[in-house]
C-alpha cells in the first residue's frame, strides 16, 4: 500500500511539474495570467505530491516494511528508533527522494515569499519553470531508475541495516545539511535565468537572488563542517578533512558561491561585472548538480560515495542540456550584461574583490582538477591513478592563504580610489598588531612558516575587523551620545550586512587559526601496551586497562579503557550483527579550548583485564575553534540577513567626515 501510494505521488509530482514548467513559460511568453497562476497552483501541488511521497517512505522504515527493497537494504529490526529515519536519506535512492522533497519545500516557500505583486512579477513565471524543470529531472530519476518504493519478490524477517560508519549522531545532521545546501543553489540560479529570460538584468534579480544565495551559502557551509566533525569523530584517522573527491565537490560549489556574494557587492555599488556575477551563480549552481552527480552515481571512490549506479549518464545529460542551455541564454543577452561603471584603480575595493573572485575561482580550478584527473587519466591512458592531500595542500595552501590576506586588505580600502592618507589611516594599526602578533611568535620559538605565515594573517584579518568595529562604535558614540555598548549594536543594526560580514570574517579566522594549529602542531604516536603499560604524548600520560566487552541489541561494544593524568578515557569499536568485518569506530575524545587527545583503538591481544591493546594517539590542537567557527559563521548570517532598520538617522552637529561616514553605518 505505502510503496504504491508512494510512486504513484512521484508519478505524479513528476506529471505535474512538467505542466507547471509549460503553463508558467507559456502563461509568461503570451502574457496569460491564468496560466501563470495554474502554473503555480501546479507547483505548490508538487510540493504535496513529494510530500507524500517522502512520508510514505518515511512511514515504511517506521513500520519496516521489508517488501520494499529500501526499507530492507538500510534498515533492521535492531536499529535504534532515532536512526530509522536518518535511514530515509542513507541510501541512493532516498537520498534523492530527500533532494527532491527539500527542493520542493522550498521553492513553495519561495512562491510564497514573492507573492505580492511588484516589479519581479514577471520574472517568477520563469523562476517556477527553472525549478519545476529541475525538480522534474529528479522525479524523473526517482519513477524510472532509482525508486525507492521497489518491492521484493519475497517478504524478509529482517533487514540488513545501516552500514556501520552511519551509526552515528552526525547520520542525523550531516547529509540532510550537505543535500540541502547543495539543492538550495537552485534558487539564485533560477532568478539569474528569469533575469536573462526577460532581459531584466538590472539589480532587481540580483537584490532576489542574493538572500537565497545567502541561505544556500550558510546552508551548504554548515554542512561541510558537520562532515570534517563527523569524520573527525567516526572515522577515526585522527583528522577532519582529507581532500577525498566527495568533500571536494561539496567544497567547490561553496567556494564558488562565496566568490559570487563578494562579487554581487560591486554589481550593486558601481554597475559592474554583470556578465561575471552570471557565470559565477551558474558554475555554483553547475557545482552543486556535479557535487550531487559524483556522490550519488559512484563514479569517483570515496568512503562517502554510493556504489557505481546506472543514474550516472542522465545526471550527465541533465547537466549537459542545462551548461548548453544557460549558456545560449547568456550569450544572446550578452550586450545588456556592459558594465556601467570601469576599474578607477588598482588600490580600491572593487580591485580588491576582483583579485578575491578570481583567487576563489582558482581554488575552485585547482580542487576539480584534482578530483576529476584520475578520471581523466583512466580514460587517455588506461592508468588507474590517485591524487591526494599532498596536491590540494601544496596548490590549494597558498591561494587560501592569498585570500585570508585579502580578508584583511579589502575592507580597509575605499571605493574608487585609494588615497596616501587614507591607506596610512587605515593601515596602520592592523600591520602594526600582525608583526607584533608574529614576533611574539617567534620570540617564543615557533620556527614553522606555514605556521607565523597563517596566524599571521590570521591576525591581520583579526584587526582589521576589531579596527572597523571599535572606529565605527566610537564615531557613533561621538555623533550620539549613545553609550557604547548601544551604539555598539545600533551600528551592526543600521548596517547589518557589512558588519554581519564582518562577524563571517571572525569566523573564518576562527576556522583558519584552527586548521594551521591542527595540521602544524599535531603530535602523534602509536603502541601495544600491556595492562599497566604507559604511553605519553604531550602532556598526556594514557596507561593501558585491558579489554571489556559489552553485548547490545545487534552489536557489542569492545573497549579499552584507559587510565589518562588519574581520569578513564575509552576508545571502542562496535561490532554489527549484520556488519560482522566491518566494526564502527567510537574515538575516545577530551576536548579543552586549546588542544584535544584523541584516541583509537587499533586492535588487541587477549580478553578481559589481562588483554594488550594496540592504540594510536594523537594531540590536535585548537581543533575546538574550528567548531566555534562554524556557530560564529551562523551568527554572522543571520545578522547579514536580518532585515535593515528603517529608523530615521538621529540629526547630529556636524562633523569630521570619518566619523559622519561611521556614524551613518
Given at each position: 500500500m505505502?510503496?504504491?501510494?508512494?510512486?504513484?505521488c512521484?508519478?505524479?509530482g513528476?506529471?505535474?511539474a512538467?505542466?507547471?514548467?509549460?503553463?508558467?513559460?507559456?502563461?509568461?511568453r503570451?502574457?496569460?495570467?491564468?496560466?501563470?497562476h495554474s502554473g503555480?497552483?501546479?507547483?505548490y501541488?508538487?510540493?504535496?505530491?513529494?510530500?507524500?511521497?517522502?512520508?510514505s517512505?518515511i512511514?515504511a522504515?517506521?513500520t519496516?516494511?521489508?517488501?520494499?527493497?529500501y526499507?530492507?537494504?538500510?534498515?533492521?529490526?535492531?536499529?535504534?528508533?532515532?536512526?530509522v529515519?536518518?535511514?530515509?536519506?542513507?541510501?541512493?535512492?532516498?537520498?534523492?527522494?530527500y533532494?527532491?522533497w527539500?527542493?520542493?519545500?522550498?521553492?513553495?516557500?519561495?512562491f510564497?515569499?514573492?507573492?505580492?505583486?511588484g516589479?519581479?512579477?514577471?520574472?517568477?513565471?520563469?523562476v517556477?519553470?527553472?525549478?519545476?524543470?529541475?525538480?522534474?529531472?529528479?522525479l524523473?530519476l526517482?519513477g524510472?531508475v532509482?525508486?525507492?518504493?521497489?518491492?521484493?519478490?519475497?517478504?524478509p524477517?529482517?533487514?540488513?541495516g545501516?552500514?556501520?560508519?552511519l551509526?552515528?549522531?552526525?547520520?542525523?545532521?550531516?547529509p540532510?545539511?550537505?543535500?540541502a545546501?547543495?539543492?538550495?543553489?537552485?534558487?539564485?540560479?533560477?532568478?539569474?535565468?528569469?533575469?536573462?529570460a526577460?532581459?531584466?538584468?538590472?539589480?532587481?534579480?540580483l537584490g532576489?537572488?542574493?538572500?537565497?544565495?545567502?541561505?544556500?551559502?550558510?546552508?551548504?557551509?554548515l554542512?561541510?563542517?558537520?562532515?570534517?566533525?563527523?569524520?573527525?569523530?567516526?572515522?577515526?584517522?585522527?583528522?577532519?578533512?582529507?581532500?577525498?573527491?566527495?568533500?571536494?565537490?561539496?567544497?567547490?560549489?561553496?567556494?564558488?558561491?562565496?566568490?559570487?556574494?563578494?562579487?554581487?557587492?560591486?554589481?550593486?555599488?558601481?554597475?559592474?561585472?554583470?556578465?561575471?556575477?552570471?557565470v559565477?551563480?551558474?558554475?555554483?549552481f553547475?557545482l552543486?548538480v556535479?557535487?550531487?552527480?559524483?556522490?550519488?552515481?559512484?563514479?569517483?571512490?570515496?568512503?562517502?560515495a554510493?556504489?557505481?549506479?546506472?543514474?550516472?549518464?542522465y545526471?550527465?545529460?541533465?547537466?549537459?542540456?542545462?551548461?548548453?542551455?544557460?549558456?545560449a541564454?547568456?550569450?544572446?543577452?550578452?550586450p545588456?550584461?556592459?558594465?556601467e561603471?570601469?576599474?578607477?584603480?588598482?588600490?580600491s575595493?572593487?580591485?580588491?574583490?576582483?583579485?578575491?573572485?578570481?583567487?576563489f575561482?582558482?581554488?575552485?580550478?585547482?580542487i576539480?582538477?584534482?578530483?576529476?584527473y584520475?578520471?581523466?587519466?583512466?580514460?587517455?591512458?588506461?592508468t588507474?591513478?590517485?591524487?591526494?592531500?599532498?596536491?590540494?595542500?601544496?596548490?590549494?595552501g597558498?591561494?587560501?592563504g592569498?585570500?585570508?590576506?585579502?580578508?584583511?586588505?579589502?575592507p580597509?580600502?575605499?571605493w574608487?580610489?585609494?588615497?596616501?592618507?587614507?591607506?596610512?589611516?587605515?593601515f596602520?594599526?592592523p600591520?602594526?598588531?600582525?608583526?607584533?602578533?608574529?614576533?611574539?611568535l617567534l620570540?617564543?620559538?615557533?620556527?614553522n612558516?606555514?605556521?607565523?605565515l597563517?596566524?599571521?594573517?590570521c591576525l591581520?584579518?583579526?584587526?582589521?575587523?576589531?579596527?572597523?568595529?571599535?572606529?565605527?562604535?566610537l564615531?557613533?558614540?561621538?555623533?550620539?551620545?549613545?553609550?557604547?555598548?548601544?551604539?555598539?549594536?545600533?551600528l551592526?543594526?543600521?548596517?547589518?550586512?557589512?558588519?554581519?560580514?564582518?562577524?563571517?570574517?571572525?569566523?573564518?579566522?576562527?576556522?583558519?587559526?584552527g586548521?594551521?594549529?591542527?595540521?602544524?602542531y599535531?603530535?602523534?604516536?602509536?603502541?601495544?601496551?600491556?595492562?599497566?603499560?604507559?604511553?605519553?604524548?604531550?602532556?598526556?600520560?594514557?596507561?593501558?586497562?585491558?579489554?571489556t566487552?559489552?553485548?547490545n541489541a545487534?552489536?557489542?561494544?569492545?573497549?579499552?579503557?584507559?587510565?589518562?593524568?588519574?581520569?578513564e578515557?575509552?576508545?571502542?569499536?562496535?561490532?554489527?550483527?549484520?556488519f560482522?568485518?566491518?566494526?564502527s569506530?567510537?574515538?575516545?575524545?577530551?576536548?579543552?579550548?586549546?588542544e584535544?587527545?584523541?584516541?583509537?583503538?587499533?586492535?588487541?591481544?587477549g580478553?578481559?583485564?589481562n588483554?594488550?591493546?594496540?592504540?594510536?594517539?594523537?594531540?590536535?590542537?585548537?581543533?575546538?575553534?574550528?567548531?566555534?567557527?562554524?556557530?560564529?559563521?551562523?551568527?554572522?548570517?543571520?545578522?547579514s540577513?536580518?532585515?535593515?532598520?528603517q529608523?530615521?538617522?538621529?540629526?547630529?552637529?556636524?562633523?569630521?567626515?570619518?566619523?559622519m561616514?561611521?556614524?551613518?553605518?
Open positions: 505505502l510503496s504504491t501510494f508512494g510512486q504513484i512521484v508519478v505524479g513528476l506529471l505535474l512538467l505542466y507547471a514548467v509549460g503553463t508558467s513559460i507559456v502563461g509568461a503570451w502574457r496569460v495570467v491564468e496560466l501563470i503555480q497552483r501546479a507547483a501541488g508538487v510540493t504535496v505530491l513529494v510530500t507524500g511521497a517522502a512520508l517512505l512511514a522504515l517506521l519496516h516494511d521489508f517488501s520494499l527493497r526499507v530492507y537494504e538500510h534498515s533492521s529490526l535492531a536499529m535504534p528508533l532515532d536512526l529515519v536518518p535511514a530515509f536519506y542513507s541510501g541512493q535512492q532516498g537520498s534523492l527522494l533532494w527532491a527539500t527542493l520542493s519545500l522550498l521553492s513553495a516557500v519561495v510564497w515569499q514573492q507573492r505580492k505583486p516589479s519581479h512579477k514577471a520574472l517568477m513565471p520563469y517556477i519553470g527553472v525549478l519545476m524543470t529541475v525538480e522534474a529531472f529528479m524523473l526517482l524510472v532509482a525508486s525507492p518504493f521497489d518491492r521484493l519478490p519475497i517478504l524477517a529482517d533487514g540488513v545501516l552500514n556501520p560508519l551509526y552515528d549522531e552526525g547520520m542525523r545532521i550531516h540532510p545539511m550537505l543535500l545546501g547543495l539543492m538550495s543553489w537552485s534558487v539564485p540560479f533560477s532568478f539569474a535565468i528569469a533575469a536573462l526577460t532581459n531584466r538584468l538590472g539589480a532587481e534579480w532576489l537572488a542574493r538572500r537565497y544565495a545567502m541561505v544556500a551559502w550558510l546552508i551548504l557551509g554542512g561541510n563542517l558537520l562532515g570534517a566533525w563527523w569524520a573527525y569523530h567516526v572515522l577515526g584517522w585522527g583528522g577532519y578533512w582529507g581532500w577525498d573527491p566527495v568533500e571536494n565537490v561539496a567544497l567547490m560549489p561553496w567556494l564558488a558561491g562565496t566568490a559570487f556574494i563578494h562579487s554581487i557587492q560591486i554589481q550593486e555599488r558601481r554597475g559592474m561585472l554583470k556578465a561575471w556575477n552570471m559565477l551563480i551558474f558554475a555554483t553547475f552543486s556535479f557535487g550531487t552527480f559524483v556522490v550519488r552515481s559512484g563514479i569517483l571512490a570515496s568512503v562517502h554510493f556504489a557505481l549506479s546506472a543514474i550516472g549518464p545526471f550527465l545529460t541533465f547537466l549537459t542540456l542545462s551548461i548548453a542551455g544557460a549558456l541564454l547568456f550569450f544572446w543577452r550578452l545588456a550584461l556592459r558594465a561603471g570601469h576599474l578607477d584603480s588598482l588600490l575595493r572593487e580591485s580588491s574583490f576582483l583579485v578575491n573572485n578570481l583567487l575561482v582558482g581554488i575552485v580550478f585547482a576539480f582538477w584534482g578530483t576529476i584520475p578520471l581523466v587519466a583512466e580514460a587517455t591512458t588506461g588507474k591513478v590517485s591524487v591526494g592531500p599532498p596536491y590540494f595542500e601544496q596548490v590549494a597558498p591561494l587560501l592569498a585570500m585570508l590576506l585579502l580578508m584583511g586588505i579589502a580597509l580600502l575605499p574608487r580610489r585609494a588615497s596616501r592618507e587614507n591607506l596610512a589611516h587605515s596602520g594599526w600591520i602594526g598588531a600582525t608583526l607584533a602578533g608574529s614576533a611574539l620570540g617564543l620559538g615557533s620556527r612558516v606555514f605556521a607565523v597563517g596566524f599571521g594573517l591581520l584579518v583579526l584587526a582589521t575587523v576589531l579596527q572597523e568595529f571599535v572606529r565605527g562604535a564615531a557613533r558614540h561621538a555623533a550620539t551620545g549613545e553609550a557604547y555598548p548601544l551604539a555598539l549594536v545600533q551592526v543594526r543600521r548596517n547589518n550586512r557589512r558588519y554581519g560580514g564582518y562577524i563571517v570574517h571572525l569566523a573564518i579566522i576562527l576556522i583558519g587559526a586548521v594551521v594549529g591542527s595540521h602544524v599535531q603530535q602523534e604516536a602509536q603502541a601495544a601496551l600491556q595492562p599497566g603499560q604507559t604511553l605519553t604524548l604531550g602532556g598526556y600520560t594514557l596507561a593501558a586497562q585491558g579489554i566487552t559489552t553485548p545487534g552489536s557489542r561494544t569492545v573497549a579499552a579503557p584507559l587510565n589518562v593524568n588519574g581520569e578515557l575509552q576508545a571502542q569499536k562496535v561490532y554489527f550483527d549484520n560482522p568485518n566491518q566494526p569506530t567510537k574515538v575516545g575524545l577530551r576536548s579543552t579550548p586549546l584535544d587527545l584523541y584516541v583509537v583503538l587499533d586492535g588487541w591481544d580478553d578481559g583485564a588483554a594488550r591493546v594496540s592504540v594510536s594517539v594523537f594531540v590536535n590542537p585548537m581543533v575546538s575553534w574550528i567548531w566555534l567557527g562554524g556557530l560564529v559563521l551562523l551568527v554572522g548570517t543571520f545578522v540577513l536580518w532585515p535593515a532598520t529608523r530615521a538617522r538621529a540629526r547630529v552637529p556636524a562633523r569630521s567626515k570619518e566619523s561616514a561611521h556614524a551613518s553605518a
